[in-house]
């Protein structure tokens, strides 16, 4: 069970995101507690017990036909009749119990979303809505239920009533057998007990057998799982290869996600970067700017056309090792529940305190984790909660400063960070970006000015490219937009 759990996380974190795009959280992890738990009391009680009936019925079989050969075959009638029907009933206990914990992936889901999201079912006033909805669910799981125990207790009685009818035939059958001096006395009540064992094992072997098969049925979707093709990370290949110069260069890249593959998101872009420069792809929302970021982080492969990284095609390279190379400051920043230390090592698990600090002073954060009293043990709360916007924008630039990659990828916050935030963050990310190709996700152009390559998508393809003084000075879509974002802060 250990193994199997262990296995089954590791094959999890290690899919790609397409894996995801078509899953939910709550099912994932209702397959690893709720299906895994089915498995766990099968292997424990079931299992042990199924194999000490079967001991029980194969030893009591073979003395009963050393006890009268006769007798033994009488009994032996009523078994492929049991046999037959226990097929049957099994498989329609898997059926029911995949359903079973497809219903309750489905009932952890909601509970999984909601609770995750608990400020916005308050916020709508839909607890109401939100119990009916887990209600349906979990009425679901209980009629599957009941059907389930119905259909166990009518396998039972039919087992039962062929065991009891069996040994009262064979009662009558050893009667008439001593009777007519076949057997004797002794052979007779001899031949009964082992009946009794037999019977009795039959009976529980029929109960262990239906726990299995619910089992089999429970742990389908898990089977899935563990059978699953993961992505090719391995440990091995960090910081196996050489630092990256950092040239990229996209020909003719075209792309669909796998989801909806009928929507081209990406339609030939063809741009190249040389080491060290900063990129700012600009464009209206759903043009494919952060698409363009998961090729690079290759999240997706491209349909067609290709990414070069340093002149060699991006697949080429080992991915774990890759990835190693890259960093990513989000827009929203999601920090892990533990203290500020955990998470800016993240970036690098074990990282010595001294480097972790100097990662937070680069990041301009040193100032505010040292006036909390905890310093760098102040946990930050699920999610990050106790950190204001900014805080948390300063050490996920401290995670990529420890990082310290040769892609940068900024995904510049949309909302804005008060002034004096704002100042101190781009003044750290200034301070990141140097030595490095950086790619920036822009949403207000004011912090682009000084990229030394602009990119302007419309759907899908680059438009525009060129420096901000070259595309200001033209009649194009980014001097429009330019010209509307100036008047906007005006405003
Ligand atoms: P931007 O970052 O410029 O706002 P995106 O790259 O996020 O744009 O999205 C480009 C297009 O791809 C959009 O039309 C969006 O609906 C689609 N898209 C984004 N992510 C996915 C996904 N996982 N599956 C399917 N379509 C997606």
């Not at 009533?161 to 002794?186: D, M, P, Q, T």
């Not at 349909?303 to 080992?318: E, F, H, M, N």
């Amino acid at each position: 069970l250990y193994s199997l759990r262990n296995a089954a996380y590791s094959t999890l974190v290690k899919m790609p995101l397409s894996f995801f795009a078509s899953r939910r959280v709550g099912e994932l992890n209702s397959r690893i507690s709720s299906d895994l738990s089915q498995i766990g009391d099968t292997f424990t009680l079931n299992l042990a017990e199924f194999l000490r009936q079967l001991i029980i019925i194969i030893g009591g079989i073979v003395a009963l036909f050393l006890t009268s050969m006769k007798l033994a075959l009488v009994m032996l009638a009523v078994i492929p009749v049991v046999a037959v029907l226990a097929v049957i009933f099994g498989r329609y206990i898997r059926r029911l119990s995949k359903q079973v914990q497809d219903a309750i992936a489905e009932s952890n889901t909601i509970v999984e979303e909601t609770l995750q999201g608990i400020t916005n079912v308050k916020a709508f006033a839909n607890e109401f809505f939100e119990i009916v909805r887990y209600g349906r669910v979990t009425s679901g799981i209980r009629d599957l239920a009941v059907k389930g125990g119905k259909a166990r207790g009518a396998f039972f009685s039919f087992i039962i009533f062929c065991l009891f009818g069996a040994i009262i035939l064979l009662i009558w059958v050893a009667v008439r057998l001593e009777k007519s001096g076949e057997i004797s006395h002794c052979t007779m009540i001899q031949f009964m007990l082992y009946t009794i064992f037999v019977g009795a094992s039959i009976g529980g072997i029929a109960e262990q057998y239906s726990q299995i098969q619910k089992a089999v049925g429970a742990t389908e979707r898990l089977m899935e799982i563990l059978d699953a093709t993961p992505e090719a990370v391995y440990e091995k290949d960090k910081g196996a290869m050489n630092r990256f110069h950092g040239e990229v260069d996209f020909k003719d890249v075209k792309f669909s996600y796998p989801s909806r593959v009928e929507v081209e998101v990406l339609k030939g872009l063809n741009f190249k970067v040389a080491s060290g420069q900063s990129v700012a792809l600009v464009g209206q929302s759903g043009a494919g700017k952060s698409t363009i970021v998961s090729l690079i982080l290759r999240f997706y492969d491209p349909v067609s056309g290709q990414i070069l990284i340093d002149g060699k095609p991006s697949a080429s390279y080992p991915l774990t090792a890759m990835r190693d190379q890259m960093a990513i400051v989000p827009q929203d920043v999601l920090l892990f529940g533990g203290t500020i230390y955990e998470n800016i090592s993240y970036a690098k698990p074990g990282a010595s305190r001294d480097l972790v600090r100097e990662a937070a002073q680069k990041a301009n954060a040193l100032e505010f984790i040292d006036s909390f009293p905890e310093g760098f043990d102040t946990v930050v709360g699920e999610r990050g909660i106790k950190l204001s916007g900014g805080q948390r924008q300063r050490i996920a630039i401290a995670r990529a400063v420890l990082k310290d990659p040769a892609i940068l990828i900024l995904d510049e916050a949309t909302s804005s960070l008060d002034s004096e935030s704002e100042r101190l963050v781009q003044a750290a990310l200034d301070e990141l970006m140097k030595g490095r190709t950086t790619f920036i996700i822009a949403h207000r152009l004011s912090t682009i000015r000084n990229a030394d390559l602009i990119l302007v998508l419309e759907e899908g393809v680059v438009k525009e490219q060129g420096t901000h003084a070259e595309l200001i000075s033209g009649n194009g879509l980014y001097a429009t937009l330019s010209k509307l974002q100036f008047s906007n802060s005006l405003s």
